[in-house]
């Protein structure tokens, strides 16, 4: 099973971004939830969406609700973020993983992409 987390960059505050996480190996896609986390530097990694891929049923970390938006397309095996309005404060590496439950805390997340970079400048 894999999982490979894409779309990174660098982009202005205000600015929009989409990141792609692509599941493989993960039969059906729809068994899973898939999250979002970040890292900043010198930072703890935490929670920013979830979407159970069975149900739909999103979850959002305070801290992006309004602006951050996840969606999955199980014939495809994709999840994607799309951030919108960012602030310098979502300069991170983002990270997608796979759980059976959706959460926002990483301790339960058995599958885990590499990361990408994210940096908005203000």
């Known amino acids: 099973v894999q999982l490979q987390a894409s779309g990174g960059g660098l982009v202005q505050a205000g600015g929009s971004l989409r990141l792609s996480c692509a599941a493989s190996?993960?039969?059906?896609?729809?068994?899973?939830?898939i999250g979002w986390f970040r890292q900043a530097p010198g930072k703890g990694r935490e929670g920013v969406a979830c979407?159970?891929?069975?149900?739909?049923?999103?979850y959002y970390a305070d801290s992006v609700k309004g602006r951050f938006t996840v969606s999955v397309d199980n014939a495809k095996r994709m999840v994607y973020l799309q951030m919108n309005s960012l602030k310098p404060e979502d300069t991170a590496v983002y990270y997608c993983?796979?759980?059976?439950?959706?959460?926002?805390?990483?301790?339960?997340?058995?599958?885990w992409g590499q990361g990408t970079q994210v940096t908005v400048s203000s």
């Open positions: 993983a796979a759980n059976l439950l959706c959460l926002l805390v990483p301790g339960p997340y058995e599958y």
């Open positions: 190996g993960f039969t059906p896609l729809d068994y899973y939830a």
């Open positions: 979407i159970s891929s069975s149900t739909g049923s999103t």
